[in-house]
């Protein structure tokens, strides 16, 4: 990047947050000499869209936009994401890098239509989000020049700490937040809130009680169970109902909201983590993601059902590869879609209904039908033979052990003594 | 089988529960011209050890083993799992899978110790215990005899119900169950219980309030948490401590209970599932594993800080294929062997302190502390640039999207019409 | 199977093949009291399918089938192998495993036809023939019954040896081979010969050099090669032209005899192998498979030439899963039409020509060109810079690093030692 | 890298081949202020080393390193590599790959040793070797400071083409080379010579005949085998012997340059592929590697003969990520050596003799034995019984088709209309 004058000033698409960071950059931006078009995406963040937009034009931005994702959110990153029943290290729910492609995806839409071959992110350079969003830019406009401040060397050295970034505001106009700052940073859409830095670095201090968003505290949460039943059709869900208010929501954004407010109401889907970044760094996040949570639990408790044994076992790998691709940033790549195709393939006869109860922070499967059950009550069952014969499983066994006793009399008589 | 008496009687050893069915297999074994040696392991399931004992005499049977296999079945076999993260299909934590090479290495070397070249269950013919019982006779005694009379004609059509085995109970002197039958079966071990068939077979209808019996119900649990701290070694659990009480435990036996103890008084651990059986047919069951699920949670933990990322991804392969053959029945196979030995590599610097706090069914991890851990608090700081270049970043991304360009560029414009 | 005369007798569809054993099988059949109608495969092996319906009318067959199944053969079974580079264990092509469930499904769909519920064979109880043809007919025919004389005990120890049946051939008539059988047995169809059995069995001893039929030995093949070129679409041949010649073949029949016939005159595609057979027994085999070789070689490398790498790997994992299936005999199970499906649409873009030559025993790959390339000449250049910033390689690298440093550290000085 | 002349200069170890470009980089290194030590390592390539000695004196060396590495080379780096039968992308066998981190270790060892913070190559900035030889420094020297002139601007835009290092050489007095260059690069070392750029880089064009240097033509190979015997313990070479010749060699080396004798004079080992770099461009490269290919195939079937079948799948899913990794650079990783452990482990027994053929470019396996085969002739036998009864694979395959039942009769008569 140069930081000479352009003529004519080139233009860039800055994904804008509102934010002290964002509007510094902004400035800046100006100030190396382009045009820049802020973007702000509503992934369902608590955020007030107007004041932001009115920020970015006091401050110069060419154009501004403000979308509404949230419903293209929910329906093309996640709920393939569900399907896949995608969790990263056994325990992510990938709350954050499920938004990066859908955000970046619009920018680059953005930054096609207005001509623009320049985007700009105010994602950090030790983090995943640069990753997230910038190859998914290079994915779908492979031409586009990518201005990241927080790793140019002259912007980082000059905002060394965030009390360079207030004295910079304060010096160009930029409203500066009179609320301050949490002691820890957090990114917030409809699937989840994270948290990290700050005080949350150490791994080994307790999350403090006030951090939560989006969930109640367990502790704090109702006395006694609401009971939801999803319904879901090629793995997704359809309709969702509450089992005794009657109440149900059936658009993918009113259903995902739905179980947001159930999971938040009882504290469902919080968890303290360490995992693995892209970049080769653990670091410490926290998560509350309650809406997610129950799908999840839910999905996966349909799928089992209705899902034959082996297919669920390539595709339960092909699932962990999917949330890897998704938490590194490869939504848009080849690999990415061929797997999003298998599993869309796999959830093909993934259909039914899942009652499940949520309390105080925990899902609960209740019973679950469908009308493409492989679930045979007759065949397993203890009490009726079915078209099942129990010699039949001497056999099986049997000639399931003839590679064990060879193993075995080739080791001689080491297992005897045991 | 053969039905006829033989001279001199040949001699097998029972897996004898002291219950109905086991009895009347005892007694009928004897009518075939058997010597029955009987054998009950304790496992840490709650049973009156010394009446079945004597019921055991009383129908007959020459001998009566019973061996307390409780530190064995958690150092040898549950410590295992822990490191292994042995779940299968996602949910179930293998409880029963994992008791039974175990009780079946046992009784394998009393029958050796004995001279019995037979031994005898009381499997079903439809589950999987059978499988894992007899794979594991198999694998450690290949020349041993396998009756299972629920796979024996003869038997089981003399025995279609409930009903007949009370009347040749009664005619034989085996003493009837004064208390009705459960509408379902349970096994129950220190690792957990569980609960199938009869009235859980309908997959839809919701589990009674009152079948759990080792854990209490959530809504009934203690309002505030109970905080733990487990410290690991070599990737098992070496010490729990009651943080508040300063109460702690530290022998594997010791530790795993008072984790069930704790698990329990919260609720910990309650599933319900449909499963997958090894001889193909969907089950349900409902499992309660309170200690296992702390652990579960706390390995997992402690593993993910300590131990490197791409390791972790292989052993988390490693680990699905583990809790596949435990299911299956394989654990005494040469594959299974070979998993073992890898993932105890893999655990070789999982290490550390994880506490947590227990509540109304869930475990929260708090916090994490190592002297082998490779997170570095100074690498990742948001706050601090340690050793680490941001610029590197822009590198390392953009030779990532070298092949996601190429492959746009192959696909024409196909995105960006997105 | 009872051994008591039916009124009105049961139809069986025998699959017949014209030899000793089920000619033998066919009049036991009749002795047994079942009508039987006689099916016989053309899968293209070398055989005298005229004589085959006349010896099994003049046994007695109620009716007798003779059914070419080659080119759904190779489009439905051979096809589908090819785009997975299926291969057993890194080195057998699966030509036995994949003509039974094409054989198979014939019989089924004549069985359902006919009336017949019951099918059966002459495959031995040791093989895995019995299980690819017996899983076929319950995945397509569940009520279907398998009459497999070579596992009922009234007929195996009836017909201990050869000789056995031959005497039992004399006394009823079945006309008897006059020249010795050779000291192995041997399977045949379009896609490849094996051999096993008798003096194979040692898997020390070489194998006699008149074994072979397919291939000529590469001592005496051609002191040229022949160079071929094969037009791939999706992923299977569309075309081969001998390059020199001109000649060229573009229907799936005409293609695959042409390399056989290439391969044949070459000496292309011997292997001597022991493997491990699905019932958990190692077995040596022997097989040719010309044809096949040529195109595993040149799809491999089409495929790798116009596929991202990262969808190659995923797919490289599924083939050798679907290759696994295939050997054990899913074929018609729900994992093997899934993998089908996925390998299938990862073809999607695997076409273009490869240039071959086949000499003695072996091919070698010459070239490739596609119109679907994601190879770029000018980027991986030399000479050429292309769209490629090398400073870019540092970043990355470096990123790549961050792990293995902090790896490093942690074990203290331990590498330096080395 | 700053191009300020250092005082006192700073201390770089060159890896230094000789050629024109490491000697240009040489004098570009001095000029840049540094005090150059250089470092060739022999790792079985032909060179006039004592040629290189004097030359790197000459261009003003402070001290030159001549490291005969063949020992080491075989010992730890291709005994791995066979024992995990480790091959990219289903065919390269990783000759270059694997002798990037032996130079690299024994670079650092130098380096240490003499106080050296900056190490040098002269790899370019698109290929894998960059990656390779720079990844194992980080891993080993976490410290260290790296200079790859072809990633620094002021280098390769100075040295454009060939023209200019000859003009450069001509000005410092580096001797320039008198032939003319092939037009393509190669490298050679024990295991393999690689070919690749120039006019290889069109992957349409067949190689030219006169490219391959250490095989010879297969039609100008001998026109009768040799058949040799490989010895194997724990799934490496002990001992091989030239059957008819009686000759034998048994150390690591001397078995190795062995096996290239023989399989070079009979044109074994010659591929023309393309492959995926760890950059993400496709590149077309050709290979031979005649004692390699010959290993590969000895070793995996001795492997198959000893060890168990799903041990072997394991290992085979093991050995792919270990190719993988060795290509990409990261043999000094944790991940890869905590694979190299799994996979010495699987080799335990895996011993045995394997007899072979080489002739006209390919290997034929003709028999092997071992004395912990895990074959068993009577089991597999179809003339004797052994310890099998055939009936039970009646159990085994009835219960595999359960679930094929089960999905058949849930797709209703789906199958039965093909």
Partial sequence: MSSSIHFPPCTVVLAYSGGLDTSCILVWLKEEGYDVITYLANIGQVEDFDAAKKKAESLGAKKVFIEDLRAEFVEEFIWPSVQASAIYEDRYLLGTSVARPCIARRQIQIARQE???YVSHGATGKGNDQIRFELTCYALYPEVQIIAPWRIPEFYNRFVGRKDLMEY????????????KAPWSMDANLMHISYESGILENPKSHAPADLYLMTKSPEDAPNSPDVLEIEFKKGVPIKVTHVKEGKSKDTPLDIFSYLNEMGGRHGVGRIDIVENRFIG???????????????????????????????????QGLGVKFAEMLYNGFWYSPECEFVR????????????KVQLSVFKGQVYILGRESPKSLYNEELVSMDVQGDYDPCDASGFIKINAVRLREHHRLQGEHHSKH
């Fill in 115 to 117: 001509g623009a071959q």
């Fill in 169 to 180: 505001a304060e010096k160009h106009g930029i409203p500066v937040p009179v609320t301050p």
């Fill in 281 to 315: 760094m653990k670091s410490r996040g926290i998560y509350e993601t309650p809406g997610g949570t129950i799908l999840y639990h839910a999905h996966l408790d349909i799928e089992t059902f209705t899902m034959d044994r082996e297919v669920r076992r390539i595709k």
């Fill in 341 to 352: 195709h298998c599993i869309d393939k796999s959830q093909e006869s993934v259909e039914g």
